[in-house]
């Protein structure tokens, strides 16, 4: 259906920068008699049409009328989607119930029975769940390729639609050639789609290197407060058309509450990603030196394996540190225990799963993700028992970095 005319105001908010885009985008009190200063929570299952005929005017897209039912919109969750747009420089955008259901409202949309598609082979393990014991059942096929053009080009076939990409990936945080895959894809006629969570709108615009479709889980750093689960997907309002739909009848879509409170939350988006950056960085400094770990992986250091990469399509690094601490030796059993003594030895970092919050969380891959795999399995899928991810929120530096210290020491007696 057709938005109602930008104001003045909000071009100049669209022109704008991101903490300003994070206060004002999305809200429009123009139409309220109360004039608001915050999009009120419209707590409603229905919508009432005065005649028949604005109902007809409704169905035939000659109304901006947002919708009939709930299930398809309220204007507190169309707020919503205007400013997660405005973020990451979409035409449209829709919220969903989670990042997953995100991921799998989006490939039902833009696939059919017997299509393929092909995702790189390192990522959360719930992704790659989805696809291995859900998205099959439904006709879809995928292929896991390494991280690089030329293998993406080996998984291509004559059935493939979609190129999925997690960007940077979990838990070690890589990147691809955004822009050569995204041309190689246009050159196949292949639709792309990136889930840019754990970089977010601030350190990653896919869709401006050409990508067509990006994901968020709005649980983790637009959220930011461990307080609310939901998703997004954004791009041109044509391929949002073909993922909507799905949304609507599977009913996925959040209610009008938690819609207001991650509108709320934006409002500081681009401030805690600026401490989320900054912190993270001395962080992964301050651990690449300790002589208690191991290895780190953060993309804005020179050590990591993407590290031009980053500096190429990353304005900062965000807020998770992946690093292994070192153990009595090299067996596994050794391993998980360094790092289940060091986890348990910290005292402000939660033990806890998600990422992106105020609070700094922390865990083993090993238990968290990877619980039902023999050693030897993990290992072969790259996750070492001593690995340990941070998510560092937005403590005081000096005070991660002090407890960090001697939960190392505590947990090497």
Same mark, same amino acid.
Request: negative net charge; contains cysteine; hydrophobic residues 40%.
């Given at each position: 259906?057709?938005?109602?005319?930008?104001?003045?105001?909000?071009?100049?908010?669209?022109?704008?920068?991101?903490?300003?885009?994070?206060?004002?985008?999305?809200?429009?009190?123009?139409?309220?008699?109360?004039?608001?200063?915050?999009?009120?929570?419209?707590?409603?299952?229905?919508?009432?049409?005065?005649?028949?005929?604005?109902?007809?005017?409704?169905?035939?897209?000659?109304?901006?009328?947002?919708?009939?039912?709930?299930?398809?919109?309220?204007?507190?969750?169309? +707020?919503?989607?205007?400013? #997660?747009?405005? @973020? $990451?420089?979409?035409? !449209?955008? *829709? %919220?969903? &119930?989670?990042?997953?259901?995100?991921?799998?409202?989006?490939?039902?949309?833009?696939?059919?029975?017997?299509?393929?598609?092909?995702?790189?082979?390192?990522?959360?393990?719930?992704?790659?769940?989805?696809?291995?014991?859900?998205?099959?059942?439904?006709?879809?096929?995928?292929?896991?390729?390494?991280?690089?053009?030329?293998?993406?080009?080996?998984?291509?076939?004559?059935?493939?639609?979609?190129?999925?990409?997690?960007?940077?990936?979990?838990?070690?945080?890589?990147?691809?050639?955004?822009?050569?895959?995204?041309?190689?894809?246009?050159?196949?006629?292949?639709?792309?789609?990136?889930?840019?969570?754990? +970089?977010?709108?601030?350190? #990653?615009?896919? @869709? $401006?290197?050409?990508? !067509?479709? *990006? %994901?968020? &889980?709005?649980?983790?750093?637009?959220?930011?407060?461990?307080?609310?689960?939901?998703?997004?997907?954004?791009?041109?309002?044509?391929?949002?058309?073909?993922?909507?739909?799905?949304?609507?009848?599977?009913?996925?879509?959040?209610?009008?509450?938690?819609?207001?409170?991650?509108?709320?939350?934006?409002?500081?988006?681009?401030?805690?990603?600026?401490?989320?950056?900054?912190?993270?960085?001395?962080?992964?400094?301050?651990?690449?030196?300790?002589?208690?770990?191991?290895?780190?992986?953060?993309?804005?250091?020179?050590?990591?394996?993407?590290?031009?990469?980053?500096?190429?399509?990353?304005?900062?690094?965000?807020?998770?540190?992946?690093?292994?601490?070192?153990?009595?030796?090299?067996?596994?059993?050794?391993?998980?225990?360094?790092?289940?003594?060091?986890?348990?030895?910290?005292?402000?970092?939660?033990?806890?799963?998600?990422?992106?919050?105020?609070?700094?969380?922390?865990?083993?891959?090993?238990?968290?993700?990877?619980?039902?795999?023999?050693?030897?399995?993990?290992?072969?899928?790259?996750?070492?028992?001593?690995?340990?991810?941070?998510?560092?929120?937005?403590?005081?530096?000096?005070?991660?970095?002090?407890?960090?210290?001697?939960?190392?020491?505590?947990?090497?007696?």
């Amino acid at each position: 259906m057709p938005e109602p005319k930008k104001s003045l105001r909000q071009n100049y908010i669209a022109q704008s920068g991101m903490n300003t885009r994070s206060v004002h985008a999305g809200h429009d009190n123009t139409n309220d008699v109360h004039r608001s200063l915050i999009t009120p929570i419209y707590q409603t299952a229905s919508y009432e049409f005065e005649k028949v005929s604005d109902l007809w005017d409704f169905y035939e897209k000659r109304s901006t009328r947002l919708a009939e039912y709930a299930r398809y919109g309220t204007p507190t969750q169309r +707020a919503l989607e205007l400013a #997660l747009a405005s @973020l $990451d420089n979409a035409e !449209d955008a *829709v %919220v969903t &119930s989670s990042g997953m259901n995100a991921i799998a409202t989006t490939l039902m949309g833009l696939m059919d029975a017997g299509d393929h598609f092909i995702s790189l082979n390192e990522g959360y393990r719930g992704t790659f769940k989805l696809f291995d014991n859900h998205l099959v059942r439904f006709g879809y096929r995928v292929t896991y390729a390494d991280l690089s053009l030329d293998a993406v080009k080996q998984a291509t076939n004559e059935k493939t639609k979609v190129i999925f990409l997690e960007l940077p990936t979990n838990p070690y945080l890589k990147l691809v050639d955004l822009e050569a895959i995204v041309q190689y894809a246009r050159s196949k006629n292949l639709t792309t789609v990136v889930d840019a969570t754990f +970089a977010s709108p601030f350190n #990653l615009k896919p @869709l $401006d290197h050409g990508v !067509d479709l *990006v %994901v968020h &889980s709005l649980t983790k750093y637009i959220n930011g407060h461990n307080d609310a689960i939901a998703g997004a997907i954004l791009g041109s309002k044509e391929l949002i058309e073909k993922v909507k739909p799905v949304r609507n009848l599977l009913g996925s879509n959040p209610d009008a509450h938690l819609c207001y409170l991650i509108s709320r939350s934006i409002k500081t988006f681009a401030l805690r990603m600026e401490a989320h950056n900054r912190s993270s960085l001395l962080l992964a400094e301050h651990l690449e030196k300790h002589p208690l770990i191991e290895r780190v992986w953060y993309p804005m250091l020179a050590s990591h394996p993407h590290h031009a990469l980053a500096k190429t399509y990353l304005k900062g690094g965000g807020g998770i540190v992946t690093f292994q601490v070192k153990a009595k030796d090299a067996s596994q059993d050794e391993r998980l225990k360094a790092a289940t003594a060091f986890v348990e030895a910290l005292q402000l970092p939660t033990h806890a799963a998600s990422l992106g919050g105020v609070e700094s969380l922390v865990h083993i891959p090993t238990v968290m993700n990877y619980y039902d795999l023999t050693p030897e399995a993990r290992l072969a899928v790259g996750i070492p028992d001593n690995l340990v991810r941070l998510s560092v929120g937005l403590e005081d530096t000096d005070d991660l970095i002090r407890d960090i210290d001697q939960a190392l020491r505590a947990s090497n007696l």
